[in-house]
């Protein structure tokens, strides 16, 4: 049974900092993708970064927001910089085995909320 559990969410202001981890556990030694969604209120839940094979990136944090992983502790990471009020959402963690296809494993959710 494979688990991602995400924290490091909160709120903050504009032009701040915040770093989220998703920690998994279970079978997770296959995993090749991992990445981070997020969903704003109202709308569609949008892909943000990736991890496996390199590290991808939305325009729309490309330069502000940065992805990695420590596989010793079965961790990836998302430093998130100069934040803008746009970034509030739920953030979600999600892993694969393979390197297309859908994102089998997810996790909960944590909240990111940027005032203005």
């Known amino acids: 049974q494979v688990q991602l559990v995400e924290s490091g969410g909160g709120l903050v202001q504009a032009g701040g900092s915040l770093r989220l981890s998703c920690a998994a556990s279970g079978r997770t030694s296959s995993f090749y993708g991992m990445s981070w969604f997020r969903q704003a209120p109202g709308k569609e839940r949008e892909f943000v970064a990736a991890?496996?094979?390199?590290?991808y990136y939305a325009d729309s944090v490309k330069g502000r927001f940065t992805i990695s992983r420590d596989n010793a502790r079965n961790t990836v990471f998302l430093q998130m910089n100069s934040l803008k009020p746009e970034d509030t959402a739920v953030y979600y963690c999600?892993?694969?085995?393979?390197?297309?296809?859908?994102?089998?494993?997810w996790g909960q959710g944590t909240q990111v909320t940027v005032s203005s």
């Open positions: 999600a892993a694969r085995m393979t390197s297309y296809g859908p994102y089998p494993y």
């Open positions: 991890s496996g094979g390199g590290t």
